[in-house]
């Protein structure tokens, strides 16, 4: 009886070897995970607190917790109102999102340095409000890039951009087309994307965001004039109408101590 079983167990062994096989590459294809933190501040000792905070204490202990590249981001149109910075941290493994906070309690350079930040008080807060998004990397662009750019970073022109669209279905056929087609132009006309991703968690969902870079306007212009030309040929096939319903630009620049 059971030799007549025999081929069954082999045919599913070999199965499972050649599953195997093939899904171990997915491990270090893996996609990335991204936080992006918005502080909302109003005035210089806010501004000021934040930045020395991130410059002394917050990016070197992600640094030695193994996150290589963060960035940090002001928008270049200056607001009285409020300021907002943006500060990317790119995690290769959700574990490792979720076992930053632990690391920096156990950091005692991170407390010490940063004391001035994490002891504030109730009526000294370093910022209004925290905002915190989460996102997920496209397949076809699984990992974040380094902008290889030649301008000094106070000439450099960011685009962080988000697309919103009226149903997560309809926002997955939006990120559906970028993962088929728009990538793949902005790669062709070098367009040196930081990061393309899904938004998992955030106050504007369901969205998509990515962020462009330039040697400045005049070179973010040239690109987009280019990018025109071949995403008419995209643009108007029927399986991608009424995708977006709103599009936020926001134009940023890194600072003196930002990463990326």
Known sequence: MLNKYIPAYIKLSAFIILFQIATMGFAKSNPYLYQLKIYHLKGKAQQDMIDVYLQDAYIPALHRAGITAVGVFKPLAADTAEQLIYVFVPFKKTSDFMELDGKLIKDQQYQETGKAYLNAVYNKAPYVRLESVLLTAMKNAPEFYIPKLNAPKNERVYELRSYESATENISLNKIGMFNDAEIAIFSKLNFNAVFYAQVISGSHMPN??????Y??????DKHWADFGIDYKKISG?????????KVVSVFVRPTNYSDL
């Open 237 to 245: 096939l029927p399986q991608y109408q009424n995708n977006v319903s």
């Open 208 to 213: 998509l965001m990515y962020l462009t870079t």
């Open 215 to 220: 040697e400045n306007k005049a070179d973010r």
